[in-house]
């Protein structure tokens, strides 16, 4: 019994296998584990603590992200930022208590489409290091919009487009501006 039933073993080389190997070596040998079953395993454990590996993907991401404009691997990359304080649980609070209070900081908009919408900004993309104190967690339209800006000239900007438009404008015109 692999996985919560029966495997019959004629079907061990089709449905059923398993991932051997490490370091970029990936083999596939057939055995009595289902990889359906697999799959839900690995979803139930990322569903325990959702923001967790949220976290660790955000990381990932922006360690491919700077990997690239500082001209190293990813993995020294993921190893500068982690020097720099960017650890998977004070990340993963920071998006527990972005949903606990369920508002963007920036727009002070819900959000509307579920907890996928938190992203983790880094504040001042010009400063270096790029410390853990400088991030915050913030929602995608407002990340899309502030782009390289930091977070003062972003604070800025929103404050003219406001001024300008009034304070009670529709999303998309406030984070927009066009």
Known sequence: MAGGHEVPAEWANTAWRSKVGGRGRHVYVATVRCRYCEQTRRDYRKNLNRNRAKARNTISAHARRYATRWGCSTREARRRLESYGW??????????????????????????????????????????????????VICRTCNTAKQGLTLVEWRERQAYIRAILGPHTSRQLTIGGE
């Open 87 to 136: 650890d998977v649980d004070a990340i993963a609070e920071m998006f527990d208590a972005a949903k606990a209070a369920g508002l963007c900081s920036e727009c002070e908009w819900q959000y509307d489409h579920g907890e996928h919408e938190m992203t983790l900004d880094v504040n001042d993309p010009t400063a270096l290091p790029l410390l853990a104190s400088n991030v915050s």
